[in-house]
């Protein structure tokens, strides 16, 4: 097999869903020789049509290339398709999205049965996927990074974050996670105009542009809890912004609006206020989140 840029190299690509099939397509299309494999065998018909191979096993496809990527739903379901293949000398690459836990067991799994293990996050939707804000975290074997970095360019820009099989997982994790408490924010922002006589669409240009605006202020954090100074270079204190969470909860009741997406972030600044550290701005509340934090 040769992967080196530009040169065309064999790969396997287990599971054809949205992600998969979008993946094995930009492999195509930069003329990779694929070899696919998905659990419902039909959906690989299209792919086929466009060059892929299709195997009827995941043993099968498992062995037609030294290069496997596993786009499946969940970990279980990559114990479940690998459970007959051998990998002996295979370099397995996970996209899965898993746990940085089951990352490291998902290795140790694989690497007991002789193969090279890259766990990566894709930080993409299917859509994005070959365009250039598409990119993955990988973690795992250097060597296998190092000796398939070209192919894996090819859907997303790739990122590697260390020999810990887990880190990959945990960056994606807490990535999505910011997004999941922002998409809360969100939906309560589009809760409060909702009968109001504002059009969504207009509402939604402010929305974006407020929240790109706020997104610098993680970089102020960022500096306060490495300078172990949570109150360096606070714009807005903790203080200020429990005593502003008072007219946000009033005008959610006004609207008819609960508040229960927000109120768990709410009591955490004002516990915060409590302890004696309104002056800290929001770097002073990831302590509070680990288990058994005062
Ligand atoms: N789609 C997205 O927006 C996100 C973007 C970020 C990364 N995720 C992760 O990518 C993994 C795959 O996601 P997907 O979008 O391809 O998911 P589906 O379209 O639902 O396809 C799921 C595939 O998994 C196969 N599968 C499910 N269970 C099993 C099993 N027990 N054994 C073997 N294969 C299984 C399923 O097969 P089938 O239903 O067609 O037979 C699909 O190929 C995922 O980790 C996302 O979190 C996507």
Known sequence: M?????????????GLGAMGTALARAWLAAGHRVTVWNRTASRADPLVAEG??????????VAASGLVVVCLLDDASVGEALADAELTGKDVVNLTTSTPGEARERAAWAVARGARFLDGGIMAVPPMIGTPGAYVF???????????????????RTAYVGEDAGLAALHDVALLTAMTGMFAGVTQAFALVRDADVAPRDFAGLLADWLRAMTGSVHEMAAQLEGGDLTKGVTSNLAMMAAGNGTLVRTAEEAGVGNELLAPFMALME???????????LAGLPGLLRTGGA
Do not use: I
């Open 138 to 156: 990988y973690s795992g074997s250097r060597e296998a990074f190092e000796r398939h970095g070209a192919v894996l360019a090819v859907p997303a």
């Open 271 to 281: 516990r915060r206020v409590a302890q004696g550290h309104g002056d800290e701005g």
């Open 52 to 61: 892929a191979t299709a195997a009827p096993t995941a043993a099968e496809a």
């Open 2 to 14: 040769t992967d080196n840029a530009g040169q065309p190299a064999s790969l396997t690509l287990l």
